[in-house]
């Protein structure tokens, strides 16, 4: 018998580092970077990068909890991104670049809930959190060339200069955690 699979959806900047990240974990089955938390049906990259959609670039993940929990998932995506700064990362700037995490039932909610505190008070950041839960409502998928960005354009200077950094740090403070450790 198979344990049955979960899903997370989360917001933490580009869409692109989000899913560099995770999909680098054990227990994580699939990753898709996407749009969710706006009111257009079905956004382009194009129109979502306006900033007048309401959706956050997010990023869709598949996991099996037996492997990997929903609270793991959460402290690396603390970990990764910076959960105090309003409506950015770093040079990516717009509310489509927002800190949310889309909980798909009221575990996912109190789990995040917990984590937000939890990581607040260790004093990890500097800043109070902007992160916002909400819940999960409908996640589009974005364009194919989107998909698998990092491991696709490896060399381009976004690439070497925002995301790889994050994955060294991913594998620097989570070896126990990866596919490959």
């Known amino acids: ?3 049955p699979r979960e899903v997370a959806t989360l917001a933490g900047g580009c869409f ?8 680098e974990l054990r227990g994580v089955e699939k990753v898709e970077s996407g749009y969710s ?9 194009e129109q979502v990068c306006t900033g007048t959609t309401g959706h956050a ?5 598949t996991f099996d909890p037996s492997a990997i929990s929903f609270r793991e998932i959460l402290q690396i ?5 910076d959960p105090t700064t309003l409506n950015r990362q770093g040079a990516d700037v717009g509310t489509q670049y927002r800190s949310v995490i889309f909980y798909h039932n009221e575990e996912q909610k109190t789990t995040a809930e917990q984590i937000i505190k939890e990581t607040e008070a260790s004093g990890i950041w500097d800043a109070s959190f902007v992160t916002k ?8 998928r974005a364009e194919g060339y989107h998909q698998e960005y990092f491991k696709n354009n490896r060399y381009q200077p976004y690439c070497q200069m925002v ?3 994050k994955v060294a740090k991913l594998r620097e403070h989570y070896r126990e955690k990866l596919r490959k450790p």
């Open 133 to 140: 839960v909400e819940p999960f409502a409908v996640f589009y």
């Open 1 to 3: 018998m198979s344990t």
């Open 37 to 45: 938390g706006g009111t257009v049906v079905s956004p382009t990259y």
């Open 16 to 23: 692109w580092c989000s899913e560099a990240v995770f999909i």
């Open 163 to 165: 995301i790889a950094p």
């Open 57 to 61: 670039e997010a990023v869709q993940v």
């Open 77 to 81: 995506f603390f970990t990764m991104h």
